[in-house]
């Protein structure tokens, strides 16, 4: 379940979640200034609340929603078993997550995903999250890094994924 909640937080960062939150808590501060000015104390604290405790309730949710989807797409449990070639792509075996219809999905990709179907990569401390191309990058897998044969060669992943349409010559 980490890997998947490190996933989620980093497609938030990607996607600049942040900016987002920050935008609708500076429109709370605003409701809330202009709110006290014309003498609407109820309105006002509507307006402090959605500036204060709207960006501290997001990481819970984040983790609340990150669990809920754990628990119910069991398919999620199952390891990626991935190669990557920087010549092919990943030849892969394990769950896809689609989100493209406002519900989590997930599928089992089994099959050779060449580099023109990889959007972006994303790293965390735990996982490479494999964003597809997809309308708003809502299909992503997931390979761990603890999965490597060998922990040396995490370098040379990062490399190829990061870089991964070989260089001619």
């Known amino acids: 379940m980490a890997d998947y909640l490190q996933a989620f937080n980093a497609r938030n960062r990607a996607n600049k979640a942040w900016h987002k939150i920050a935008v609708i808590a500076l ?3 605003a409701v809330a200034v202009v709110a006290l000015l014309l003498g609407h104390p109820s309105l006002a604290m509507i307006g402090i609340e959605l500036a204060v405790l709207f960006p501290l309730m997001i990481p819970l949710v984040t983790s609340l929603s990150t669990l809920s989807v ?6 999620l449990h199952t390891p990626t078993r991935a190669v990557v070639s920087a010549s ?3 030849t892969t075996d394990g769950p896809i997550v689609d989100m493209s219809s ?7 990709g089994s099959g050779v995903l060449g580099w023109p179907a990889v ?46 349409r070989p260089t001619a010559g």
């Open 88 to 90: 092919a792509g990943i």
């Open 70 to 75: 754990w628990h119910r797409r069991p398919a």
């Open 119 to 164: 959007e972006t990569v994303l790293e965390t401390k735990r996982v490479f999250v494999m964003q597809l191309v997809s309308p708003g990058n809502k299909r992503f897998l997931l390979l761990a890094k603890r999965g490597l044969a060998d922990p040396t060669e995490l370098g040379a992943l990062r490399r190829t994924l990061t870089n991964p």
């Open 27 to 29: 429109l709370g501060a």
């Open 102 to 108: 406002g519900q989590v999905a997930v599928t089992a």
